[in-house]
C-alpha cells in the first residue's frame, strides 16, 4: 500500500523559509509527476507545483515562482523561500498525476495523497 508522508511544516515569520519533504512507500519511479498542494481554510486546494518523474520537468503557479523550488531524490522536497502570510495552509504532497502545463494542477487527477503538513506564516 502506498503511503506518502510529509515533514518539515511549522511557523515562521514573513521573509523566512521552510522546506518540506514528502517520503513515498514503496518508491515508485513509475509514477508520472509528484506535486505539492495547498489548501488554506474556506479555499480551494490549488497546485502549488509539480516534477515530472521522467523529465525532471517542473511546474509551478504563478504566486510562488521564484520563491519555491521543487525538486526530487528519493524524497519529494519543496524549498520555499520569502514566505508571505499568504502561503499559509495546508500543504499536501500528491503523486501519480498527469505531468503537463495545463494539468498538473488539476488535484482530482492524483493517485496518492499524504496527510498535509501546517505551514504558518506570521506577519
Known amino acids: 500500500q502506498v503511503q506518502l508522508v510529509e515533514s518539515g511544516g511549522g511557523s515562521v515569520q514573513a521573509g523566512g523559509s521552510l522546506r518540506l519533504s514528502c517520503a513515498a512507500s514503496p518508491d515508485t519511479p513509475r509514477w508520472n509527476c509528484m506535486a505539492w498542494f495547498r489548501q488554506a481554510p474556506g479555499k480551494e486546494r490549488e497546485g502549488v507545483a509539480a516534477i515530472s518523474s521522467g523529465t525532471g520537468h517542473t511546474y509551478y503557479a504563478e504566486s510562488v515562482e521564484g520563491r519555491f523550488t521543487i525538486s526530487r531524490d528519493n524524497t519529494l522536497h519543496l524549498q520555499m523561500n520569502s514566505l508571505k502570510p499568504e502561503d499559509s495552509a495546508m500543504y499536501y504532497c500528491?503523486?501519480?498525476?498527469?505531468?503537463?502545463?495545463?494539468?498538473?494542477?488539476?488535484?482530482?487527477?492524483?493517485?496518492?495523497w499524504g496527510q498535509g503538513t501546517q505551514v504558518t506564516v506570521a506577519s
Open positions: 500528491a503523486a501519480n498525476g498527469p505531468c503537463g502545463l495545463g494539468t498538473w494542477s488539476r488535484h482530482g487527477q492524483y493517485t496518492y
